[in-house]
């Protein structure tokens, strides 16, 4: 199994960005897959959540209707579309697969971070004027 992260970088307050994760090694389709950040001097947070066949996801309260999810499965391939983004955004972003297989977890349950069993090693987002 391998994720694979990018389109971190630079931005600026209100900007924009688009993350993407590359994945292979298992059947991508199969598997909800979460985004989760980390800011500099703190602990790995869950951001958003999609089950595998795209029907539902879910946000954190603090990028919810700015920050949106989406999956291309016949790619193998998870996105982070980041808009209106704000200083605490800044952070490293990763990518990572739910342990249990076609599993439609509820809302509570996806800031479990031991509920994922392959992440990336992430990709860095700095938001700065």
């Known amino acids: 199994v391998q994720l694979v992260e990018s389109g971190g970088g630079l931005a600026q307050p209100g900007g924009s960005l688009r993350l993407s994760c590359s994945a292979s090694g298992f059947a991508f389709s199969e598997y909800g897959m979460i985004w989760a950040r980390q800011a500099p001097g703190t602990g790995r947070e869950w951001v958003s959540a999609i089950y595998s066949d795209s029907s539902k996801s879910f946000y954190q309260d603090s990028v919810k209707g700015r920050f949106t999810i989406s999956r291309d499965n016949s790619k193998n391939t998870l996105y982070l579309e980041m808009n209106s983004l704000k200083p605490e955004d800044t952070g490293v972003y990763y990518c990572?697969?739910?342990?249990?297989?076609?599993?439609?977890?509820?809302?509570?349950?996806?800031?479990?971070?031991?509920?994922?069993?392959?992440w990336g090693q992430g990709t860095e987002v700095a938001v700065a004027s």
């Open positions: 990572a697969r739910d342990r249990h297989h076609q599993y439609y977890r509820d809302k509570d349950s996806w800031a479990n971070l031991n509920e994922y069993d392959f």
